[in-house]
């Protein structure tokens, strides 16, 4: 089924144990510093409702009229992996690519996960059909998935059964006939307050003999008895509107580290467990995360391209457009732009084929993204506060351009070509871009959401293809070597 925004906020009452800000919340709906991101997630389930949209968001799963969102779907053609693109695209510019967490990333990752449920049979038939059941659960019932992969930040330089305190990260306590109980802790869960499902995989890097006990990958409703969501500080906790904060005031995402404590995971919901090879080598389950890291990689195309409109929108509201330090810095903006363009969409149009049949963007094409995006990302940002200069920080509010000194505000806060309230609120998107909390939190993720970026750079290296290349370069060294052999100097 597709569900609605309503029925996406209906199924987050159910009582859940969420602590934030030094209180403990049941029922996040009711809590108010989530109500706008709430609002912006349950957008994305109603988009999928809308006539205009239906054909390009949802596909039909079965063979019936049963529809599913097509971030769940299985290319099964060339053609569908650039279908799936389109629908990335409307998701994202519908939030603005600022919500790392939307339910696509998910619905991605579990859909390339289950291409691979071969993988999981080599250690048993159960855990293979554990995890295509799991999929088709959540495909047909349209649910909300986020994950948590990282353990605590204790002591990193020890395994896990060597800590301190060797309870504390996630682990198998013991077994039942009814599934494994599991306690521990796990970071980071991006939205797990607001979603319906948990996904825990094991943290590859670190595990060692010994750590048997924590190598273990399952899902679990975010409501279950005994898993508890601790959640960071809100960044935003007043009432915003969309001119004054239009990011803000709609996409704070949270984030949370999960404690279990004596959870029960029962068994169709468990994909291995004290299992150190799986453990260690599942992360590189390629075809698993292409479309995953698909979904991420239209995101940032779309905030790139949000970027760039802005820095050509500033400088046009105060005509420093044709000074030419500025054009140097909007020509590499968009030169960033049309880059990270040019990889997702070589991504999309050289698909590869997974060993079932099915087809993936082209993982050479998404991981060179994921090695330069942060990079450029980080310079677009600086490129906007060069721009803005003062102006990004004398900002008044639209109180101001409604109350009684709006004449003055409108006069003296004027562009070359606009009202003082049209100048001022180009200015407000550029803040809440790239110098509020919200927009530096996403510059954070962007950073660091496929791993530490030196040693994702490093591993792509030692996979990146560039055969045709090398081919070309064995070619001249070849000419010379002949050369040699030959004798003549």
């Known amino acids: ?38 609002d912006s997630y349950a957008a994305l389930y109603d988009l999928k409702h809308d006539p205009a949209h239906r054909d390009v968001l949802t596909y039909a799963s079965g063979d019936g009229d049963e529809r599913a969102d097509v971030s769940f779907l299985l290319p099964q ?5 650039v279908r799936r693109g389109d629908a990335l695209r409307l998701f994202s510019n519908t939030s603005l690519g600022m919500l790392s967490r939307s339910p696509d990333i998910m619905n991605s990752q579990l859909a390339g996960i289950a291409d691979n449920a071969d993988w999981f049979r080599q250690w048993g ?83 060692v003999p010994g750590d048997e006990a924590y190598c273990v990958a399952f899902a679990i409703p975010v409501n279950s008895p005994g898993l508890k969501c601790f959640c960071r500080e809100p960044l935003v906790t007043d009432v915003r509107n969309a001119y004054d904060h239009p990011i803000s005031s709609r996409f704070e995402e949270i984030d949370a580290l999960i404690v279990f ?9 468990v994909f291995f467990y004290n299992n150190l090879e799986a453990a260690t080598t599942m992360r590189f389950m390629a075809q698993g995360l292409a479309l995953a890291h698909h979904s991420t ?13 802005l820095a050509y929108r500033i400088a046009e509201t105060i005509q420093i457009g044709s000074f030419p330090n500025v054009g140097e810095k909007l020509g590499r903006l968009v030169a960033f732009l049309k880059t990270i363009e040019g990889l997702v969409y070589l991504a999309e149009h050289k698909p590869a084929q997974t060993p079932n ?22 310079e677009a940002y600086k490129m906007i506060r060069r721009l803005s200069g003062a102006g990004m920080m004398l900002t008044p509010s639209l109180a101001d351009f409604t109350g009684p000194g709006a004449q003055i505000a409108n006069r003296f806060f004027a562009g070359a070509d606009t009202e003082g309230w049209e100048r001022v609120q180009v200015f407000k998107l550029a803040w809440d871009l790239v110098g509020e909390s919200v927009g530096q939190r996403v510059l954070l993720y962007d950073e660091f959401h496929s791993g530490d970026p030196m040693f994702f750079a490093a591993n792509y290296a030692r996979g990146a293809n560039v055969e045709e290349w090398t081919s070309l370069l064995d070619g001249v060294l070849a000419d010379g070597a002949d050369l040699y052999r030959s004798g003549r100097g």
């Open 261 to 269: 404590d004596e959870v029960l995971v029962p068994w169709d919901r």
């Open 297 to 309: 990689a239209v995101q940032g195309v779309v905030r790139a391209g949000l970027t760039a409109a």
């Open 125 to 207: 038939d159960q855990w293979a059909e554990n995890i295509t059941n799991y999929y088709r659960y959540v495909r047909d019932n349209d649910l909300f998935l986020t994950h948590a992969l990282g353990s605590p930040q204790t002591d990193r330089s020890k395994p896990s059964h060597q800590q301190k305190d060797p309870t504390m990260n996630v682990h198998v306590v013991r077994e039942t006939d009814a599934g494994l109980i599991v306690s521990g802790a796990k970071q980071l869960a991006t939205a797990a307050p607001l979603t319906d499902e948990l996904l825990v995989w094991p943290n590859a890097r670190g595990l």
């Open 1 to 38: 089924m597709i569900r609605t925004g309503k029925q996406y906020i209906d199924g987050l009452g159910a009582d859940r144990e969420i602590y934030i800000g030094g209180r403990l919340v049941r029922n996040v709906t009711s809590y108010e510093p989530f109500r706008s991101v709430i």
């Open 77 to 81: 053609t060339r053609e569908d992996v």
């Open 357 to 378: 049949g099915n087809w993936v963007p082209d993982r050479d094409a998404i991981q060179a993204y994921n090695v330069v995006f942060p990079e450029f990302n980080a």
